[in-house]
Structures are given as C-alpha cells and as structure tokens.
C-alpha cells in the first residue's frame, strides 16, 4: 500500500464526518445569528461615541458572529475526537493494525497519511468558516459588521481540532494502563485549553497551542514508530 493509496482510504473514512460537521457549523450558525438579530432588535440597543452598540441595561461588544465562534470551537473539538476515534482506536477494536502494518509499506508513512487527513481537516473547516465570514461581511442583511479577528478566531479554533486529534491518537497508543498514564494526554490538551481560553491574546493563545502542537506530534511519531502491534 503506497502512500497515495493510504491518503485516499483515510480521506474516505473521514469525508463524511466533515461535511456533516460544516453542513452543522451552518445550520446552527444560520440560527444563532437569527437569534441574534433578534435580540438585537428587541433588546433597546444605542449606538456609544465609539461606534459599539450598547444596551440600556449593561454595556459589551456585540458581535454577529460571536455565537456562531462558540459553535465553531465545540465542533473542532467533536471531529478531532471522531477522527482520532476512527483512525487510531478503531483499528485497535477491529485488530487490523498488524494487517496494515505488515503491509508493503512504512509505519511513518501510515501516521503520516492519518495525519495529513488532520491537516486536510484544518483546512476544510477554515474554509467553511471563512466562507460564513464572507457571507456575513457581503451580505446587507446584518447592519453590524463582524470584528476584524473574527477570521482568525474560526481559524485558530480548527487548528485547536487537530491537537484533539493528536490527543486522542496518543491516548489509543499508549500501551499504559487506565488508571496509570493513558489518560496524559487528554489532561495535558485539557490543561492547554485552559490555559488559552484564559489569554487574551489570540497571538500568545496561538503561540501557547503550537507548542503543545509540537509536544503532542513528536510523542505521537516516537511512539507510533516504536510500538509493537
């Protein structure tokens, strides 16, 4: 099995859950905004010398596509999971590691295949949320623009999917017991979304995330490479 070959029967195996995850990023999303508008609508909001728009009651920033952000970050999470579950515990339950193992092909090259359809993750949801942005920033249906970080926001919260991912593989190939140290990466994935969500610095949240990015690849490759199946 060649590489090509491997990238095609991952990328089958995942396509699905992809669409069904931006096909939901956009029906909810459609909702959430509605709602919004709404509120908007109904709720007495001014205008401040600044050009927020400000409620009677209580003064924050309203931004169009704030709930939909929220959205975007629990979806990313929940295909990250789904994906590292089928490309890394499935195989385990079904026991064909060894048979895709001992195929004509390299261990680096079936990590890297899985991965690569990480990756093709990333850029799918990037896309899809960029493609929501532009709708919004076109569209005259929404008198209040999006903040301008708002791109980088979707974008970033698809890349914070892969390390779910990676997570979730390294926690299939551990060899550890529950009770012992199987569990390692998910808590240390958990302890950095903590640690980003409490910045707010999206650079510095970003910066933070490519370092448990880094951590969480090399323990992936080293143990992938070294175990025995």
């Known amino acids: 099995m060649k590489f090509l070959t491997l990238l095609k029967k991952e990328i089958r195996d995942a396509l699905p859950w992809i669409i069904v995850s931006i096909l939901s990023l956009y029906l909810f999303s459609w909702f959430l905004v509605r709602m919004r508008l709404y509120d908007i609508k109904q709720g007495g909001y001014g205008i401040s010398q600044s050009g927020e728009m400000i409620n009677q009651y209580s003064i924050f920033s309203v931004d169009i596509l704030s709930g939909p952000a929220v959205l975007m970050f629990f979806i990313t999470i929940l295909l990250g999971l789904a994906l590292g579950f089928i490309h890394f515990w499935m195989p385990g339950f079904r026991r064909t590691w060894q048979f895709m193992i001992h195929r004509s092909t390299t261990r680096f090259s079936i990590l890297t295949s899985k991965l690569s359809v990480a990756a093709i993750m990333v850029i799918c949801m990037s896309l899809a949320?960029?493609?929501?942005?532009?709708?919004?920033?076109?569209?005259?249906?929404?008198?209040?623009?999006?903040?301008?970080?708002m791109i980088r926001l979707g974008v970033f919260y698809a890349f914070l999917g892969f390390i779910i991912y990676m997570s979730t593989a390294l926690c299939a190939l551990t060899r550890a017991r529950w009770?012992?140290?199987?569990l390692f990466s998910i808590l240390f994935v958990f302890v950095i979304y903590l640690i980003i969500i409490s910045q707010a610095n999206l650079y510095r949240a970003f910066f933070i995330s490519i370092l448990a990015f880094i951590i969480l690849i090399v323990q992936l490759y080293q143990v992938f490479l070294q175990r025995e199946f």
């Open 129 to 149: 949320w960029l493609l929501l942005v532009m709708f919004v920033i076109k569209s005259k249906s929404f008198v209040i623009p999006p903040e301008d970080g």
């Open 179 to 182: 009770y012992t140290t199987k």
